[in-house]
């Protein structure tokens, strides 16, 4: 893979402070660069599915990358939140998409939302403030007068919030195809998804077509992404290594060789950059008890329907933040072995401890925002392997999953590779898929908004930046004494100057 070569680039600088109040009219003339960047996700991608057997063009891939060998999922480790966070640069504490499910008391006072897109078209309309506060990639790209077009097999939601207002470019989705004056066009070129065969399999396929359609030409928008469902969805119903989980690793990967294939034979190999990440790892579930049924079974909510404490998967809001109510029910949590990590607001500004004793504060996870709950709970886990071999289960309800806080879910892994990337060098520091956007944005010379969390990661780039500093590892501790025993709390975090990774938790009783 050659070296980019030298290239005039008008790079247009913006006050960050005034970021918000750019217009099209305001960027300068487009950008004059002549690489393109494309991101390809596959949802709930372990970075033990990445052998020559089962992902043999990843796998290939993967040899002649530069790899992010301490890449970070984003906590909660569910699809939406690193949907919403790697479009924005951003922690959930600052874009406010929370969970799979958020709670919105203007659209239900009684019950959580979910995030399909026909759900925050709901919300969208019924609040009075944006869906996401913070500013995505898409809306920088649109600013500097460039597009972002999003393909997606998966869920509307998830393709929604990579792109949620469009912005100049477009999203594809087989359920959901934006702008609306764009789907007819779709239609024609591609047809309907087929409906023999596997469905999963044929939406994949489906996407791809669109992709390479629509953004693998000269002609193409400057940053496209991918993100294949796979091997989330088989992963979710038929358990870690199932026939039907390794099929669809296949089958995902087999369409990710179509598009390196058309990248080579249209010439583009020297003009593209891809990026290769994903929105959580995976683990085997052993749980027995949801967390609705324990609270309602202790008294400690009333019953399914009732506003006194609503629940957002992992997010508990207890009606007028009762804090002798919410103790209660975080010291009945500390005593069940299927609980690990806790959080609560911090007891003072920026602290790390929660205000409840034995937990971690939002701000530790990076989850403080305004439409938090009370209360914030992940499951336990352990190092245990499943019937085909797979390490790492967690006391979550079904076959298995993510949303905690382990390392089987937040490890994950980078791949980069193009005329922007340097070859072939790994970082063993810290990245996060918040850093994705903030990374795009500097390979472009594009300024990095302020409500981003994530950085540059210079270290893999041609084009010289700021030195990311050493690398230090924090653990933090937090205990408390019952009469049954001890609660105790660890958080791993991984420090880079200014930027806090949560690596993992791990929860012990004695």
Do not use: C
Not at 42 to 50: M, Q, V
Not at 380 to 398: I, L, P
Request: charged content about 20%; overall charge neutral.
């Amino acid at each position: 893979m050659k070296t980019r070569s030298a290239t005039s680039i008008l790079v247009v600088t913006f006050g960050f402070l005034m970021f918000n109040a750019f217009g099209q009219n305001n960027a300068a003339a487009t950008l004059a660069i002549k690489n393109k960047t494309l991101i390809v996700f596959f949802d709930g991608l372990r970075p033990d599915y990445i052998t020559s057997e089962q992902m043999p063009n990843l796998y290939a891939f993967r040899q002649k990358s530069s790899v992010g060998k301490h890449h970070h999922s984003v906590f909660p480790t569910v699809t939406r939140v690193n949907s919403a966070s790697y479009a924005t640069g951003a922690y959930p504490g600052t874009h406010g998409i929370l969970g799979n499910a958020v709670y919105f008391p203007e659209v239900n006072k009684n019950k959580s939302t979910g995030t399909s897109h026909n759900d925050l078209s709901k919300v969208i309309a019924a609040i009075s403030e944006p869906l996401l506060s913070a500013v995505t990639l898409g809306e920088v790209l649109q600013t500097a007068g460039e597009r972002m077009m999003v393909f997606s097999s998966g869920t509307t939601g998830q393709a929604f919030l990579q792109n949620h207002k469009i912005s100049g470019g477009a999203i594809i989705n087989p359920s959901l195809i934006l702008p609306d004056s764009f789907k007819a066009q779709v239609l024609a070129d591609l047809g309907e998804v087929s409906t023999e065969g596997l469905k999963n399999q044929n939406r994949h396929k489906w996407v791809t077509d669109a992709l390479l359609k629509y953004s693998l030409d000269n002609k193409a928008p400057l940053v496209s992404a991918i993100w294949f469902s796979d091997p989330d969805g088989a992963a979710h119903e038929h358990g870690i290594g199932s026939d039907e989980a390794v099929n669809a690793i296949k089958f995902v990967d087999a369409q990710f060789g179509r598009i390196l294939e058309a990248i080579e034979s249209r010439g583009l190999k020297e003009k593209y950059n891809i990026i290769i990440s994903t929105d959580h790892g995976f683990v085997t579930h052993v749980g027995k008890e949801e967390l609705s049924d324990f609270l309602i079974k202790e008294g400690l909510k009333k019953d399914k329907e009732s506003d006194d404490v609503i629940l957002a998967e992992g997010s508990v809001y207890v009606k007028d933040h009762d804090p002798d109510k919410i103790e209660k029910i975080v010291t009945a949590l500390h005593e069940q072995e299927w609980v690990g990590a806790i959080f609560t607001k911090a007891r003072s500004e920026k602290s790390l401890k929660g205000w409840v004793e034995g937990t971690f504060s939002f701000e530790a996870a990076h989850f403080n925002h305004k439409r938090a709950g009370d209360i914030l709970v992940a499951p336990n886990w352990n190092d245990e392997k499943n019937n085909k071999g797979f390490a790492g289960t967690d006391f979550s309800t079904g076959v298995a999953g993510h949303g905690g806080s382990s390392p089987y879910e937040i490890h994950i892994e980078l791949m980069a590779a193009g005329p922007d990337f340097k070859k072939l060098k790994d970082t063993d520091l810290p990245t996060s898929n918040v850093d994705i956007a903030p990374t795009i944005l500097g390979i472009y010379g594009l300024p990095v908004p302020p409500q981003m969390d994530g950085r540059v990661i210079s270290e893999l780039l041609n084009k010289p930046g700021e030195s990311a500093g050493k690398m230090v590892q924090e653990t933090l501790v937090s205990e408390v004494k019952y009469p049954w025993g001890v609660y105790r709390l660890t958080l791993y975090i991984s420090v880079l100057g200014k930027y806090r990774y949560f690596t993992f938790s791990k929860t012990e009783r004695r």
